[in-house]
């Protein structure tokens, strides 16, 4: 199994371009999110699906846009990138809702500089 | 609604250390607890989780935590630190409806050789 995979791990914009960061998981997950992670600020929840169809906003959605067209991918869309998206970006999925028996699992994560 | 919070931002050990990373959490209804630990360069992997029972939990590599309801603390314990636990270890609990994660700010930890 693969797990959760991330494309591209890194990526240099310009103030003002577009790009997606793409995520696959290959588990049958139902759960999919994508956080950013910023020193000294943990891990930041920007989106997050429950299931094909069904997409939602977590802590930090500005900025960002998302759709869950399979059960397996969850791409993460910078319409018009600004520098404070800078970041590191995790994809991760689960089974169910979090529990004993569904964990998240990441992915490698994506390193995103926006100049 | 469910927060947590990691009080140590930087910790530097020497090996062979005993260390203590602390972890307090906001009562939300059923306490579900998770630690996660990043080594440089790498994603967040599960060290070690609790939902119910033993309040004190055994992870991988030597890692446990302990579940102190009064307190409302999940502090992240290893007897020995090595030089291979440099790394970044993050406390999480899910939100209400247990789909998504709050994670704590993190704390890096540098063992020394």
């Known amino acids: 199994n693969a797990g959760v995979t991330q494309t591209p791990k890194f990526q240099v914009l310009k103030t003002g371009q577009s790009m997606t960061l793409q995520c696959a998981q290959d588990m049958n997950h139902e759960y999919m999110s994508w956080y950013r992670q910023d020193p000294g600020m943990g891990l930041r929840l920007i989106h997050y699906s429950v299931g094909a169809g069904i997409t939602d906003q977590g802590e930090v959605p500005n900025g960002y846009n998302v759709s869950r067209s399979t059960t397996e991918d969850f791409p993460l869309r910078l319409l018009s990138a600004a520098p404070s998206q800078t970041s590191v970006y995790f994809c991760?999925?689960?089974?169910?809702?979090?529990?004993?028996?569904?964990?998240?699992?990441f992915g490698a994560g994506s390193r995103l500089t926006v100049l | 609604a469910q927060s947590v919070s990691q009080h140590n931002h930087h910790v530097i050990l020497s090996e062979a250390a005993s260390l203590e990373l602390g972890c307090n959490y906001s009562?939300?209804?059923?306490?579900?607890l998770f630690w996660y630990v990043q080594y440089p360069g790498q994603h967040l992997q599960l060290l070690l989780k609790y939902f119910s029972g033993d309040p004190l939990v055994k992870g991988i590599k030597g890692f446990e935590a302990e579940f102190i309801k009064s307190k409302f603390s999940f502090n992240l314990r290893k007897p020995s630190v090595q030089w291979s636990d440099t790394a970044e270890y993050f406390c999480a609990v899910p939100m209400d409806s247990s789909y998504k994660l709050i994670f704590g700010s993190g704390t890096r930890l540098l063992v020394r050789p």
């Open positions: 009562y939300g209804g059923t306490v579900n």
């Open positions: 991760a999925s689960s089974r169910g809702p979090v529990s004993g028996a569904n964990v998240l699992t």
